[in-house]
């Protein structure tokens, strides 16, 4: 079954900090990683995508990176800021379907 | 012009009542997406629309949700006799293309009592 699995479940953190939320994947074939941010009652905003032959990117103060190979993907925010506080998920996708799989995301606060 | 647009953002309906729900995508985007988010989770596929028709329906969970895009443009999700464990945010997006970033809206919050 295509699952994608995200840890940790919620984070708190201090402002000015920086962390690294993990996603874990077994979606097969694979076509596209995404990681998205959602504030509470808003819709998710796209932070990155990423295809199997990317490893990293970066949107500013986030950097996603991933390894095809063992099927995992990473978000690392530098230096958060308050506005950081939301939920991040991660969403895979393999070729010829539109059914892209979220995963439950990550809560993270930060506090200042 | 703005981004995808849902309404109502808030839905309060009885059960067995009928309810509808539009979303108003990014001008020209031709792929549209419904999703439902319960609390705590991600979303969840419901229906996906490459122009005017269903591309894959295979998400809507039975024959009382049915969703219409039929110009190709605003597109609404229907749900008839509606259930308390109908009561979720339902998510709309649009992209240009499948490997293009979804832009979602803010979804409508329905509460079935």
């Known amino acids: 079954k295509n699952q994608v699995e995200q840890s940790p479940q919620s984070l708190i953190i201090l402002e000015g900090k920086n962390c690294t939320l993990q996603c874990n994947y077994t979606v097969s074939p694979f076509s596209n990683l995404r990681w998205y941010k959602q504030d509470t009652g808003r819709g998710p905003v796209s932070l990155t995508i990423?295809?199997?032959?990317?490893n990293t990117k970066s949107n500013g103060r986030y950097t996603a990176t991933l390894d095809a190979d063992t099927k995992q993907s990473s978000l690392h925010i530098t230096a958060s800021q308050l506005s950081d506080s939301a939920s991040y998920i991660c969403?895979?996708?393999?070729?010829?379907?539109?059914?892209?799989?979220f995963g439950t995301g990550t809560r993270l606060l930060v506090s200042p | 012009g703005a981004g995808v647009s849902q309404t109502p953002s808030n839905k309060v309906t009885e059960k067995g009542k009928y309810v509808e729900l539009r979303c108003d995508p990014i001008s020209g985007h031709t792929a549209l997406y419904w999703y439902r988010q319960s609390l705590g989770q991600g979303p969840e596929f419901l229906i996906y629309?490459?122009?005017?028709?269903?591309?894959?329906d295979s998400g809507l969970p039975n024959d009382r949700f049915f969703a219409v895009r039929p110009e190709g443009s605003v597109s609404t999700l229907k749900i008839q006799r509606t259930e308390r464990g109908d009561s979720a945010v339902y998510l709309c997006?649009?992209?240009?293309?499948?490997?293009?970033?979804?832009?979602f809206g803010n979804g409508t919050r329905l509460t079935v009592t």
């Open positions: 990423m295809t199997f032959s990317e």
């Open positions: 969403v895979v996708s393999g070729p010829g379907f539109q059914k892209l799989v």
């Open positions: 629309f490459q122009g005017t028709g269903a591309a894959d």
């Open positions: 997006a649009s992209s240009s293309d499948r490997n293009s970033p979804l832009h």
